[in-house]
């Protein structure tokens, strides 16, 4: 959802030592969870600072999601949403035979979807950008 990529190959989340995934995926040999059932909010309980992220588990792109810190909620703003970013995003089909570049990333963009998403798990943003 926030690179901007198809969101078609198989991913998972690892949040406080549990995994979970699309159970349209079979999975069959890793014990996962629905996505869809466990929030945002719920993600990062107690001292849960980090979540882990890995797309397309051919190339396993890992992603590490962290907690900065928890801001005070300002009037009449939408949540959830993303205040800083690290880098670009990386190419999603990247190949020697055609090199892309990073394609710049786009903080309003991930704004508007984290949006949509609200208070809804933590798929289904992909799901809704296929």
């Known amino acids: 959802m926030l690179f901007g990529w198809d969101g078609d190959h198989l991913h998972l989340f690892e949040v406080g030592g549990r995994r979970y995934s699309d159970p349209f995926f079979d999975l069959d040999r890793m014990e996962m969870d629905d996505e ?48 800083a970013f690290a880098s670009d995003s990386p190419v999603e089909y990247w190949s020697e035979d055609d090199p892309q570049e990073a394609q710049p990333y786009d903080l309003a963009e991930t704004n508007r979807r984290l949006a949509r998403l609200g208070g809804a798990g933590l798929g289904e943003a992909e799901e809704e950008d296929r």
């Open 36 to 83: 869809k059932a466990i929030r945002l909010r719920e993600a990062f309980p107690g001292a849960t600072k980090k979540i882990r992220y890995e797309y397309d588990f051919g190339a396993s792109w890992w992603h590490e999601i962290t907690l900065g810190r928890v801001l005070d909620r300002e009037p009449g703003a939408v949540y959830p949403r993303c205040t």
